[in-house]
């Protein structure tokens, strides 16, 4: 039987990542479709809004790389445990996508991304391991770390320098994830590439 | 007795209009902060990375608009009926958090604003009224209706005309919100600003 689960996206980690670490966490099979970038032009008009990821499942077609791993998240249990948790651990996905949206800088402004922005935002990341047990939210393993780890890759291609290098709680936080049952095998096996 | 819920934002809608929205129509009563812009330099690095809206009630400092919104449906019951309708209405929310992102364009490329992205857009947020019954999601009222109403001023604003004038369906569709019972009434009685 085909797997239940279609993902399509480039041939890389970036915005798909995270997504097949909580599919691999959750042992969900999906089909890992990445086209050739030579076919973006065809694929593009396609797809929902023109973006992907996109990830179809039982007649769905859905597109926005966090609205599914937050769907995703509820299927494989990594949500908070109430409404309170949940709305701490959105807060901190969309944190970190707009340190994504800092880190697209032109260059004459990557000296105040380094020297300002990026410690800004991961002083306090750093110290959210702290308050929650070696996590980012809720004081658990939720989704908030997967997507984070899931995204660094990207991040740190974006910056050109390892973003957590400096920070030992997130280092921790990152070695857990990358630890889990699931998503050890799934890095073991993934496509090598640069982000 | 105090307000349970305080918000605190500049003086205008912007982002924080979709969440007054919520709170009026859930009759939940707020204090409404709005910080005059001399003072933003000292009221900032008081708030969670440095930006608002945020909002506080039972202890909790809560940021990021969008985190806040979806926190605030669950409350006020204008979430999905499962996981699925919940996807869909976040992805129609970070969409158009995407084309407010789009629509923050130099000069030079607002030809291309106006004649492909913006229609782009919403043509696709158009054919959802007609696949939901006049919302844009989940065939039924939802977040996603009060959140895209509560941030056309500034959409509107940004992009120097009115973004739904050639559209029925989302014109009819803003014109159900802002007859809400609770809507109907914070519109008349909120304070008069540009965007």
């Known amino acids: 039987m085909a797997p239940a689960y279609k993902l399509t996206y480039f041939p890389v980690k970036a915005l798909a990542e995270p997504i097949r670490l909580l599919m691999s966490y959750g042992k969900l099979e999906f089909e890992d ?11 593009k008009p396609t797809m929902p809004f023109g973006q992907v990821p996109v990830l179809e499942f039982k007649g769905v077609e859905a597109h926005q790389s966090i609205a599914i791993c937050r769907y995703l998240a509820k299927q494989v249990k990594l949500t908070g445990a109430n409404d309170i948790e949940d709305l701490e651990i959105d807060a901190v996905v969309d944190t970190v996508m707009d340190l994504k949206a800092s880190a697209a800088v032109k260059e004459e402004r990557r000296k105040q991304l380094f020297e300002e922005t990026l410690p800004f935002y991961m002083k306090r990341m750093e110290s959210f391991t702290k308050k929650n047990k070696g996590h980012l939210a809720a004081g658990k393993l939720t989704w908030a770390d997967l997507h984070f780890v899931g995204i660094m890759d990207y991040l740190n291609f974006m910056i050109e320098r390892d973003l957590i290098a400096d920070y030992s709680g997130l280092k921790a936080m990152q070695k857990t ?12 096996k993934r496509p090598v590439t640069e982000f």
Chains 1, 2 share one sequence.
């Open 177 to 188: 994830v990358l630890n889990l049952p699931g998503i050890k095998e799934w890095v073991a």
């Open 33 to 43: 479709f990445r086209f050739d970038r030579d076919d973006w032009p065809q694929i």
